[in-house]
């Protein structure tokens, strides 16, 4: 079995810690670089419940999309939400690896899996990374569609083939206008309006999309938005990974047993259709 160290190694050639936003937090968080590795589990969020699957399975490593810490504390005390998934990891020598806006940007990444869910053809980043020469890696996808369908089947297509989740599926724009052209961003991505109103696509599917920038969105021209949970359009991810590290795993003889955690840990848990009955 390999040990926790050449695993790690394994993923930063994936995801390099280095090509993370300055103000994230990627790497490991928790975990003895000489552990054994056999079993590995792949989820977004780094909960009590994923941290409950992992010893369930007996999983010795947890790789996460988002960080457990993303800004300074001062305590790890078990009676904190945060604590008590520190403490049942290392108590139980299970590791912890994040891979965030290093793993957005990759080549693959977020953005291809969910553009892969979709089953659209990719054609490029939405923004480039200008240190990659072959123009592949960068934030978000520029993708097509095999043939034209209205907006309103495109947002059900997304309902359709994207996890299960509270929120669903929600749609801005005219429902009946031809969708050919689509910008994809796992994650929240309403900070990416100006690059996708420069593709000159026909509609922009996300998560997280606050009303004022959807607002002018959609005044500013005929595009369509396309908004679904977050935990949903990064989850495809999770498979992506997965599937990468069973690879590396086969390469270099290592037999390790990846899983990806189907539990739903999105926030929301109830949706109610508002409005006042006639």
Not at 146 to 162: G, V
């Amino acid at each position: 079995m390999p040990r926790l160290s050449e695993v790690i190694a394994a993923l930063d050639a994936l995801w390099p810690p280095e090509r993370a936003e300055g103000w994230d937090a990627v790497g490991t968080v928790c975990g003895d670089p000489d552990t054994e590795i056999d079993r590995v589990l792949f989820a977004v969020d780094p909960v009590r419940e994923i941290a409950d699957e992992a010893l369930e399975l007996g999983a010795q490593l947890i790789v996460t999309h988002h960080p457990l810490y993303l800004r300074g504390t001062t305590t790890v005390a078990a009676d904190t939400f945060k604590g008590r998934v520190v403490h049942t990891l290392i108590k139980h020598d299970i590791a912890l690896h994040v891979a965030h806006t290093n793993a957005d940007t990759a080549d693959p990444g977020v953005s291809d899996a969910l553009a892969g869910a979709l089953d659209l053809r990719i054609t490029g980043p939405l923004v480039p990374d200008p240190t990659d020469p072959e123009g592949r890696r960068g934030l978000g996808r520029i993708c097509e569609l095999d043939r034209p369908e209205t907006l309103a089947a495109f947002a059900a297509r997304a309902a359709a083939r994207l996890p299960a989740t509270a929120q669903g599926i929600r749609l801005a724009g005219d429902p009946e206008a031809l969708v050919r052209t689509v910008a994809v961003s796992g994650g929240s991505g309403d900070s990416l309006f100006d690059a996708v109103r420069a593709a000159g696509v026909d509609a922009f599917l996300t998560a997280d999309l606050r009303h004022h920038p959807a607002s002018e969105a959609v005044r500013h021209s005929p595009l369509g938005l396309v908004d679904a949970a977050h935990w949903a359009t990064e989850w495809p991810w999770c498979e992506q990974a997965a599937a990468q590290l069973d690879a590396l795993s086969d390469r270099h003889g290592w037999d390790l047993r990846v899983h990806v955690s189907k539990q739903v840990t999105d926030p929301w848990t109830t949706h109610h259709s508002s409005g006042a009955p006639n």
